[in-house]
């Protein structure tokens, strides 16, 4: 026998996808009763393209404001010697990478530099010769007197 088919509200469709692009396909089933295969149609549907983009800043806003709140906490904690001021150092520093990850920006920052990047091609090879022209033993400390 085939099941009856429901027809849903767009609000309805775009509330379950939303939650999908969030928490997942099996989070949006258990929450809106809504089976996964009708979740990830919708999620495909061109229709539906421009609820990517609204739940992840809509999400990031939520974020943000976890943020001040933290922030909010922690100023408290500083203030308050009987506050789990770590505790709340902590779920701020959560909030605020997975704000970053919402909004694109760097979660981390590394850099590297050489000695030699802002050498000419013509002193790096003289800067080689120099080295290699060096005695063996001139970097090696004198053996100790004995």
């Known amino acids: 026998m085939a099941r009856e088919r429901k027809y849903r509200s767009t609000t309805e469709k775009a509330r ?17 009763g809504i089976p996964k295969e009708s979740i990830r149609n919708w999620s495909q549907h061109p229709s539906m393209a421009h609820l990517g983009t609204r739940a992840r800043e809509e999400v990031a806003s939520e974020f ?9 906490e ?10 789990p001021l770590r505790d709340k150092a902590t779920a701020l520093g959560v909030l605020y990478d997975r704000f970053a990850l919402m909004s694109g920006e760097a979660t981390s920052r590394t850099e590297s530099r050489s000695l ?3 050498l ?8 080689r010769d120099w080295i290699v022209s060096l005695p063996a033993t001139a970097g090696d400390p004198e053996p100790a007197a004995g």
């Open 16 to 32: 379950a996808v939303g939650i999908a692009l969030v928490s997942g396909v099996t989070e949006a089933e258990r929450q809106t």
């Open 64 to 72: 943000w404001t976890g943020i001040q709140v933290g922030l909010e």
């Open 74 to 83: 922690v100023v408290k904690g500083l203030r308050s010697p009987e506050a």
């Open 116 to 118: 030699t990047d802002d």
């Open 120 to 127: 000419t091609d013509d002193e790096k090879l003289r800067l």
